[in-house]
């Protein structure tokens, strides 16, 4: 999707990580994720925030270490 | 004595039952440990790093197992129990913390094969050119590893008394647990460290999803109706930070996320493993690992309706199950669970605080040669010695859980600066960091002493943070023009 010398998925990942912090460690929880309700699958909504980014944070991580496998397999076949 | 031995062979059959099932898990253990080893090398490298040859899916339970500890088992629950929703600061430091790790690490790696570093004080004070910053650092490392083992083995104490209803008193059960550690620890280092930790975190993570589930299925019929009736009698409990001020969820999370990343003995698997690859796919996966957090944090709040308090928060899961009338063998299987979480993170913590102790304060810091033979006998005698100190520190402490862990967050988290001029500045002055460093230390011990100097009741960790990064500032702008050390 992106050639290995863009930057996009670089700063997309660094963008993603900084609101994650935001949200989960830094006021942002306060902001947006500290109410009980709704309840999100029967779980208060203050937990599911913290669910929801932890799932979020696996799959970012999960592609961007698939982009640098793949950027570091194109410089290895060159 | 005589009267703790008779309590012993007065046993209750639900109690031989419940030490039986604990001491097959200790068996286990022991088996896997002692084996752990058996294909690493006789050297220091071997010993402390495992020849650099861990895979990835021994790294994912190294690092995940030594993360989750008698604090995730016991205090999380108990958290969740007296404080509600603030116990969601555990996910939140937890999974941004080792972000960093995904760069840091196949760097601190690289940089590790190349020198010959072993530990995370030793590449700090390699890199800087600065060799004392190695002893203040395994010096701080040691003192903030003591309370953290200390609390392992208070852990494993508790839970062995509660649920062999006294009969095994605290300071006997932790001592038995920890004995099996120092066996497997001193025989095979990292790699009995490693197989253990798989074995223990398989254990964990499938008992507390049980548990997790069960709890409020037996106790309200699910999970969404316990929530529903905590809501309805306990609403404060369920919406962040639960009943802690924001001022405690942030500065604890915060805290905890950049002390997280520092913690040597986590930091130092980095030259453990086998390849990049590894290292980067642990951090990737390692949000699966946190996911276990969602059935103690269930377990906690079960406990929040009980119709009987359990003796102190910590001991809610415990209590929970010795008040259900479950059989004997499910409250063993638990006791294995809450040892397992302990013991994984315990070894792992000795192991390193050792190997700091001898090859960053004594061949590092003070230039004494040692062969690697030397080396690694050296490593179990202070394996011994730290045990020993920290299982006195644990039968002698009487405060909570989670302020000791806590305490421990804030020297470490000094380490942060060094670690990333280390890691990635051009321009390295060890004479800036150490100085930087030791200040930050300095005002966390200061402030822990005298909490009320703290401003606006910041963690003295953020303190001596922000303290540490303002002298290196001016340090690095004052001496512009000395030595700085630099890698090309």
């Known amino acids: 999707m992106f050639d290995r010398r863009s930057k996009v998925p670089h700063v997309l990942f660094a963008l993603h990580s900084a609101l994650a912090t935001l949200c989960v460690v830094g006021p942002g929880y306060k902001w947006w994720g500290a109410s009980a309700r709704p309840f999100v699958f029967g779980l208060p909504f203050s937990l599911a925030w913290a669910v929801g980014w932890l799932i979020s944070v696996f799959v970012s991580l999960l592609l961007y270490e698939r982009w640098t496998r793949h950027c570091e397999e194109a410089e290895r076949g060159e | 004595m005589a009267s703790e031995a008779e309590l012993v062979l007065g046993m209750s059959t639900d109690a031989w039952v419940v030490s039986g099932v604990s001491l097959l898990y200790l068996l286990g253990c022991l088996w896997v440990g002692m084996r752990g080893g058996k294909d690493a090398s006789d050297s220091a490298v071997g010993y402390v790093a495992g020849d650099r040859a861990m895979g990835p899916l021994l790294m994912y339970f190294v690092i995940g197992a030594t993360v989750f500890s008698a604090f995730s088992f016991l205090a999380t629950p108990g958290l969740a129990y007296t404080s509600g929703a603030a116990v969601f600061y555990v996910i939140g430091y937890g999974l941004v913390g080792f972000i960093p790790f995904y760069f840091l690490g196949p760097r601190a790696a690289r940089i590790g094969r190349e020198a010959g570093y072993i530990t995370q004080a030793e590449m700090v004070a390699g890199e800087c050119g600065h060799r004392a910053m190695a002893g203040t650092m395994a010096l701080v490392s040691a003192l903030s590893f003591v309370p953290y083992l200390a609390l392992q083995i208070k852990g494993a104490g508790l839970v062995v008394e509660r649920l062999t209803e006294g009969h095994v008193p605290q300071w006997l059960g932790g001592a038995v647990c920890y004995a099996v550690v120092l066996a497997y620890v001193l025989k095979s280092g990292v790699m009995g460290v490693g197989w253990t930790n798989v074995f223990q975190g398989v254990l964990m993570m499938g008992l507390a999803w049980a548990f997790g589930l069960w709890l409020p299925y037996k106790l309200y019929g699910g999970v969404g109706p316990m929530f529903e009736r905590i809501d309805e009698v306990r609403p404060e409990l369920l919406s962040a930070p639960g009943t802690k001020s924001w001022q405690w969820f942030i500065s604890a999370g915060v805290i905890s996320m950049i002390g997280f990343g520092c913690w040597p003995h986590l930091f130092m698997k980095a030259f453990s493993a086998r390849d990049d690859r590894t290292l980067r796919r642990t951090v990737v996966f390692y949000p699966t690992f946190m996911v276990f957090l969602v059935p103690i944090f269930l377990i906690g709040f079960a406990g929040v309706l009980f119709p009987t308090p359990p003796p102190s928060p910590e001991q809610v899961l415990p209590h929970m199950l010795m008040s259900l009338d479950l059989p004997a063998v499910i409250v063993g299987l638990f006791c294995a669970g809450a040892l397992a979480a302990g013991m994984s993170t315990g070894d792992a913590i000795v192991h390193a605080s050792a190997s700091i102790l001898v090859r960053d304060g004594w061949i590092t810091a003070l230039g004494r040669k040692l062969t690697s033979t030397q080396e690694r006998r050296w490593v179990r005698v202070f394996v011994v010695v730290l045990m020993l100190v920290s299982y006195v520190l644990a039968v002698f402490y009487e405060g909570d859980l989670v302020s000791l862990l806590l305490y421990a967050y804030g020297p470490i988290a000094q380490f942060l600066p060094g670690?990333?001029?280390?890691?990635?500045?051009?321009?390295?002055?060890?004479?800036?960091?150490?100085?930087?460093?030791?200040?930050?230390?300095?005002?966390?011990?200061?402030?822990?002493?005298?909490?009320?100097?703290?401003?606006?009741?910041?963690?003295?960790?953020?303190v001596g943070l922000g303290l540490n990064v303002a002298v290196l500032g001016v340090l690095y702008a004052a001496r512009r023009g000395s030595v700085l050390s630099a890698r090309s």
């Open chain 2, 419 to 462: 670690m990333l001029i280390a890691l990635c500045a051009r321009r390295r002055d060890g004479v800036a960091v150490h100085i930087a460093m030791l200040v930050g230390v300095a005002a966390c011990v200061t402030l822990k002493a005298m909490p009320e100097w703290s401003p606006w009741g910041l963690h003295e960790g953020i």
